[in-house]
């Protein structure tokens, strides 16, 4: 899908049309108030205080037929450049582009104006020269927001809308927008019965129910599996700790305002942990290590959380409360690259399995001139980002590198993936770490019997398992593949008078094999029991009538394909189980 935001043309165009927006809404809403209205990646938008009235999502049509109105009449935008004092006289009765100019550097500020018939809004620009041009456009849909972004002021109205150059780059993107919505991760937990959230539970704090619960525990025991082959040891530790755990790492310095508040218990204060590093290193340090111990990689499906601003919680995939699939591999300097080199096969082999190719490898490294984020100490950072750089060369790993994005004790890769929905976001990530390990004091006892200080790399590679869900649904609609889809068969009767008992009896055959099946028994037409087999995304729907019960056999249909087969139960069972063992169908 098209940045707008990038796009020279599309972007003077969608903020042309963000005016002709406001022009509309103030010929319908005469007392309407008017704050920002900027160009984003997906079009535009604008915040309006409406006072009483409240704009829904069927009051867009009249505002559009209203844009077009004004569009069709022609009339050319016009800049004009004034001083503080006209520009405070000329908005004098709106207090929101009053607090705009208010802000304004007298001395080195422009300040300018557009005006489009009866309506004038302050604005930097650039425009299209006239109204007429903006033919094509949509709006989408309307929310609130709070003025500034701030939930102690007062909450405005955002209409979002797009604009294109053709009425066919308009329906071209208008398609790609509602395969979006029909792809988007909550739609289709909330369809599919995975997951919920109240506010009265607490906004970003997502439930799973019993279907998504069976795709989280799916996840977890496949990485777990994959883990233990490599030599892992998991582990698990409190959702919380001492506020004084993280002075001790550093993350209370780097890292507060993205934590909880503290809670004070017993004269002590505890916060809930946002990552797990901290709790790792006190397992390393439980007890002296030899040099043959290592590389020693400790491993865990965490419960984490972290202070999101309201606005960036997502469902599953950006929350409050998430679990990491977390690990720490404490090695020697001589076991660095071979040890990353194998959690980079490990993210590139579960790619494979879930069929992920397009991502994007970035060597995330330090800002030099900032000196509050990240730990201060040049000789550890030079070291860490050339040792880093030199293990991605060494492997062939195509990689860009970006300036300040490093974790604040040290540089990364991340593996990014563009969803279907949204932006680009890190799925995998492995951190080298010198720092660490430093602040705890961590030792192992080395050949010549002297103490060294071990190297830790830190490392996830579904990342959260609540985001590395959101984004497999989204790449299958919620069509999962058999092995990790809540259930992998409904047994159908064609009537549940005549062959009712049999379903029953397949149905507990597949139960015995471990295989996640339904029944559907009830009282209506074969035709819509199937629809709705279909519209849960059930991989296999068994069709059991009368030919199916005198031959126990059983005749099934794939999600999405109309074509049937019949096998016997015993054929089916092991075809099953083989396409769930080999993470296929």
Known sequence: MINIKEDEKLSVMNHSCAHLLAQAVKHLYPNAKFWVGPVIEEGFYYDIDLGDNVIKEEDLEKIEKEMKKIAKDGKRIVREEITKQEALEKFSDDPYKLDLINRMNEEDTVISCYTQGDFTDLCRGPHVETVKELKYFKLLKVSGAYWKGDSKNKMLQRIYGVCFETKEDLDSHLTLLEEAKQRDHRKLGKDLELFMSDDLVGRGLPMFLPNGYIIWQELENYIKAKERKLGYLHVMTPCVGNVELYKKSGHWDHYKENMFPVMEVDGEGFVLRPMNCPHHMMIYANKLHSYKDLPIRIGEIAHDFRYEASGAVKG??????????????????????????????????VYKDFNITEYRCVLSLRDKEDKEKY?????????AENELREVLNELGIEYTEEIGEAAFYGPKLDVNVKPAVGNEYTLSTCQLDFCLPEKFDLKYIDRDGSKQTPVVLHRAILGSLDRFMAYILEETKGALPTWLSPVQAIAIPVSSEHQGEYAEEVTEILKENNI?????NRNEKLGYRLREAQTKKIPYTLILGDKEKESKTISYRKYSQTDTNTMKIDEFISFLKKEIINKKG
């Open 516 to 520: 996640r099946v339904e029944l559907d």
């Open 375 to 383: 730990h201060p100490d040049d000789q550890m950072w030079d070291k």
């Open 316 to 349: 599953i995939e950006r929350a409050r409360h998430f679990c990491q699939n977390d690990a720490h591999l404490f090695v020697t300097k001589e076991q660095i690259k071979s040890e990353f080199k194998n959690v980079v096969d490990l993210i590139f082999d």
